[in-house]
């Protein structure tokens, strides 16, 4: 492994840069890589762009739009808080009415998570631009894409996405610990009259060093080097293809559920996530159950329901380097879950029901083989 | 990694023929570990201790059994092939009657597949052991473990075992690349009047080699790191519940195949292996076509039947480092794979049963679940 | 690798905070892990426990200390900034006499770097202490321990710290991606009333999080179980030995200098470090080019001098996983290095004055072999 | 990992015997890989082309050709030894005249350790060949390879080698575990009317199953894997940049000795090996005590004498994945242990003649830097 003060360092890092433009779907954003979490990737976006006491409309519809609102007003930004149901998304219709109502401008950007893990909600961001537009409102699109970005379609240029960022752990494949920032020209313009309090996040000191392959500071090199190979391994896939095998697990998970009787906390299908399920136990049942009995008895992580929805689901995420067989194993162990704490599914239900949308969804399995 | 002729090398070498030892369930047994397959340890057992002429008894009923016989036969040994049907094993009734009418004590050997892989059956070596001694025959008893020592219950001394043989790749759960043979007293001491060619897979300069912590050539060291590894899981989860937890794996296989309405090429419950279930296909389908859709469009690999056997079943292993999702995953797989191919079986309902199966199976779970 | 938030992740990460104590050397201090480099972890330290406008005294004599001056007046801290000679470390006379002049006790706190690897000098930091007593001024002491800790002797209860940070790159053995911050009873007290900005590297949120055993965002997974595999290795070691170790290897390399005839940066025997050495070139020579060979021709990473020094030295660290061997190989690519760019330096005489402190180095050397 | 009977395994198999018959510089001859170590791949060229009372015409001149020599008498073989020097290697015309002097052609073979790594010595087998041309002997010719084919030119072809054998630990840089054979048609052509006892190492097996990219037995996957790899680097380096290297490595070492007064155990410099040099000690003193105290005090693994030249000398391997600097430190080790056990050389005189040679030596240096 490399020192990162060796000449011929750049040669890895100029190409990650480049490279992630195209998992943003961006020609003209420019990409910043912090060794940090995304939360950190979060502060970098908005103490670049912007100044205490700005204002920001955020609708709140499940934890990770919660803490970001949060980590915002930490840094003396003023936000107004669109809140929507936990099972559905940003609503576009209610962020152009507040559009159209600040006359004023004063609302300087708009916070989007577009993949809530919690809820197992995506957003559609397409629909927030055109707001935006129809509202004639200058502020910036911030989007949260940290379990969205290299899974699901994420159009950073044709969405008019200002400030897009993510992290390494999700659909990047690697461990925890990149966090990622791409920012639009016009967000850029905005780093040199934005006042917030920057300096490890410092967007300004990453481009300078970057220009030349390096960075300000001692960088994550073993995640930087497995950077490259996730995206050489993207690549290869192709984005598109990607995007479908996403699409196509969790079609199959979901058919699972309704064989089940369950619902997903996603309340319209518009809303379901091709990343993350977020399964609704019957009333009478705790989620906390269920999951604990997958862990301890199957060896099986699901995820948990957080705040407002603390024990009412538990999640399967269907993300990343999975394919059938091993979902079929999830979905079996979420079965004998429910059952062994008394949900009364049908043993093999899921199962078979979601066997039999892989068995018959030629596009994308099709897809797969032709290019196998 | 240190160099096979360093003066710590012994401290890595020595507690592995030990370790081992504790592994065949025995204390008067010899350990030699060969870099080879299985098959130079079939060798090994055969040349050290017979000559050339030396008449051999061995049941038939599978692709390994009969492998074995055929390497006998190349180093000039008389193999008596006692042929069994497919899916049965050693008959210790006939190997008793066949000893009884040796009164010239001809025979020097019987050699029996403790675990057919190729028909997932597993003979009764303790049986054998009783019909040898019922005759009172002095023949050796040479015992393939390959796939069942270290994941079904063998016991070198209870069962008078003379030479025992395995390898790396099955219980062990290292590649493969160690072919490990267990000799006996009486065993080693045929070695002196044993005129076999031997010079690779000779015991004798393994001994001497051994006995300060060296090789004869060089070892396959990464292996015996590994195989150091192995054996610490091994023991820190215990052999028998090690035992158990096969038991408990291929038993919920079994559910499966029985809700499948299909049958294991083991004729009775007797001979059902542990480590490898060999599944019949209904007639007029092909074993091989289930195979190879599970493998181009599940990404599952299914074992294929063998020679008498060919196109006439499948087989799914359920040996090392695997738990109840990932099974799971494959019957979903091979319920799947048999419905492409147009075999009518229900989905789901493989995996219904095995999940019934494990949920209710107290014994070996709640063990396992009191261990953790 | 587990999940961040399983059941289990705790008995994971509570015994981390616990033995990087015991590296700190502290009793009373706590300890937070963030993903991310040690500049996070500067400016943790200071946005917790400082407010805008605060004051703080900082000797530089190097890159690190001028960065974290830089790093400390973006967050809105007044720096007063005591030049020393680059070669030079912390001057405790100068620091009383400011503390002293300060009356009115609006110096809020005094940043160390302890070990500035651009010039190869270690301060004295319970000297730095002992001015601050003296002048009986109530600051609170920061020390960067980024190239020390772990390597160097560190003694935060003893030496009255109450804000030191490192990171995983050095001591640790790891790579780059934690940023680590220990904080004493005196400095936690400060976090209430501390105005600076400050979100992703809040230390409350840790605190709190922490204790169950969780992190308030993902963490670096494959580093904490790193740091464990780390923290293992150096107390099976010793830290005296540790330390030992890095003075004997330190000791070795200077003795080339001497033979070669050239000069550390370090002005005097007390400020040389003993996890790198920076060597002056002769005038009319430029280091950057003994390095550039070194990297190009012998594939050797020579560090550079940096800002002040920059082409005046080189850089030769002896610090983490290293043995006299390597070193000695390093050794003579750097003496084949000036050679070739026509410093003239007798071939051989920097390995052979090494190899001859090493053979009689009894002290340190002897303590591993009893160790061994 | 896959699975060795799965319909993919060919693409990687198939590949290996090609490239590896580059290795060997063949076109005509044929690749057998076996999961054996080498001394494996000694008996299968032997078994697969002789009978036993088969003559053999053998020089023995170090540890390596007295052990193929014994293995050879083991599977009943009679084979006339040429004692020669030990320093010196096989003798052309003391072969020639053997084989002038065998009218009737008796012997069947020459058997040729190429690099006798005991004593640091590589024979000139395209003059054993011109020896048996000369003589118009019908004999095969079976060369050793181990540790030369792959870091020494060698030319099956052009050599008209008949068996060649080596394996993965040397110039493969792999771990220990394949033993490679490759066989001229004229060897193949004895295959039918070889009647030496056979099985594990029967040619004829693996050319059958390996036409199909398949293997007998189970092979040594992961080697298999790595061979993948080691081949790809080679090729990328090209052979005769490898050859060059080891040539500039060995020539260093060689210059480190002749500064030390020493010499080394090859009489003249045509037997010099470029992969190991075997340094004799002087009168008086014991090389093991040398070994020892690296291995001790200083963590280097020097190499031993063997049998007739145990504690004469000792020996610095300069084979595989080995630069300049690990090399001067391996020097600079030996140069340390013997002052420590009172050989008086010149501190440093070693590594300041071997720098001097890597600084001047234009034509392999340069080319590497050409390649960079």
């Given at each position: 492994?490399?020192?990162?003060?060796?000449?011929?360092?750049?040669?890895?890092?100029?190409?990650?840069?480049?490279?992630?433009?195209?998992?943003?779907?961006?020609?003209?954003?420019?990409?910043?890589?912090?060794?940090?979490?995304?939360?950190?990737?979060?502060?970098?976006?908005?103490?670049?762009?912007?100044?205490?006491?700005?204002?920001l409309l955020a609708p709140r519809f499940g934890q990770f739009s919660h803490l970001w609102i949060e980590l915002a007003r930490r840094h003396g930004l003023e936000v107004v808080v669109q809140e929507e149901?936990?099972?559905?998304?940003?609503?576009?219709?209610?962020?152009?009415?507040?559009?159209?109502?600040?006359?004023?401008?004063?609302?300087?950007?708009?916070?989007?998570?577009?993949?809530?893990?919690?809820?197992?909600?995506?957003?559609?961001?397409?629909?927030?631009?055109?707001?935006?537009?129809?509202?004639?409102?200058?502020?910036?699109?911030?989007?949260?894409?940290?379990?969205?970005?290299?899974?699901?379609?994420?159009?950073?240029?044709?969405?008019?996405?200002?400030?897009?960022?993510?992290?390494?752990?999700?659909?990047?494949?690697?461990?925890?610990?990149?966090?990622?920032?791409?920012?639009?020209?016009?967000?850029?313009?905005?780093?040199?009259?934005?006042?917030?309090?920057?300096?490890?996040?410092?967007?300004?000191?990453?481009?300078?060093?970057?220009?030349?392959?390096?960075?300000?500071?001692?960088?994550?090199?073993?995640?930087?080097?497995?950077?490259?190979?996730?995206?050489?391994?993207?690549?290869?896939?192709?984005?598109?293809?990607?995007?479908?095998?996403?699409?196509?697990?969790?079609?199959?998970?979901?058919?699972?559920?309704?064989?089940?009787?369950?619902?997903?906390?996603?309340?319209?299908?518009?809303?379901?996530?091709?990343?993350?399920?977020?399964?609704?136990?019957?009333?009478?049942?705790?989620?906390?159950?269920?999951?604990?009995?997958?862990?301890?008895?199957?060896?099986?992580?699901?995820?948990?329901?957080?705040?407002?929805?603390?024990?009412?689901?538990?999640?399967?995420?269907?993300?990343?380097?999975?394919?059938?067989?091993?979902?079929?194993?999830?979905?079996?162990?979420?079965?004998?879950?429910?059952?062994?704490?008394?949900?009364?599914?049908?043993?093999?239900?899921?199962?078979?029901a979601a066997q039999e949308y892989f068995r018959n969804a030629h596009g994308a399995a099709d897809q797969r083989l032709a290019a196998e």
């Amino acid at each position: 492994m490399e020192d990162h003060r060796s000449p011929d360092f750049p040669s890895l890092t100029i190409p990650l840069f480049e490279e992630m433009k195209k998992v943003f779907q961006t020609r003209e954003g420019q990409v910043v890589i912090f060794p940090s979490s995304g939360t950190g990737a979060w502060e970098s976006a908005l103490t670049n762009t912007l100044s205490p006491g700005d204002k920001l409309l955020a609708p709140r519809f499940g934890q990770f739009s919660h803490l970001w609102i949060e980590l915002a007003r930490r840094h003396g930004l003023e936000v107004v808080v669109q809140e929507e149901e936990w099972g559905t998304g940003a609503d576009p219709d209610r962020i152009e009415e507040a559009l159209r109502a600040d006359k004023a401008h004063e609302i300087k950007g708009i916070l989007v998570v577009h993949n809530e893990t919690a809820t197992g909600v995506t957003s559609d961001v397409a629909a927030v631009r055109r707001a935006i537009d129809a509202a004639g409102h200058p502020a910036l699109l911030y989007v949260d894409g940290v379990s969205s970005i290299g899974s699901i379609d994420f159009r950073f240029d044709e969405w008019g996405v200002d400030l897009a960022i993510t992290g390494s752990q999700k659909g990047m494949m690697l461990p925890a610990g990149l966090g990622i920032v791409c920012a639009s020209p016009k967000a850029l313009a905005r780093m040199d009259t934005a006042t917030c309090t920057r300096a490890y996040f410092n967007l300004a000191d990453h481009f300078k060093a970057n220009a030349g392959g390096y960075f300000p500071y001692t960088p994550a090199l073993p995640l930087l080097y497995g950077l490259r190979e996730s995206l050489a391994m993207m690549f290869e896939e192709g984005l598109d293809n990607i995007f479908a095998r996403h699409r196509y697990l969790a079609s199959g998970t979901r058919a699972a559920v309704d064989a089940w009787g369950l619902s997903l906390c996603a309340k319209e299908p518009k809303w379901q996530s091709d990343t993350v399920s977020a399964i609704m136990v019957p009333a009478g049942f705790n989620g906390a159950d269920v999951i604990d009995r997958a862990y301890r008895r199957y060896n099986l992580a699901l995820g948990a329901g957080l705040s407002e929805v603390a024990g009412k689901l538990f999640r399967i995420g269907h993300l990343g380097d999975l394919n059938e067989l091993m979902l079929l194993g999830a979905i079996s162990g979420a079965e004998m879950s429910m059952r062994d704490v008394g949900i009364q599914v049908e043993p093999g239900s899921g199962v078979a029901a979601a066997q039999e949308y892989f068995r018959n969804a030629h596009g994308a399995a099709d897809q797969r083989l032709a290019a196998e």
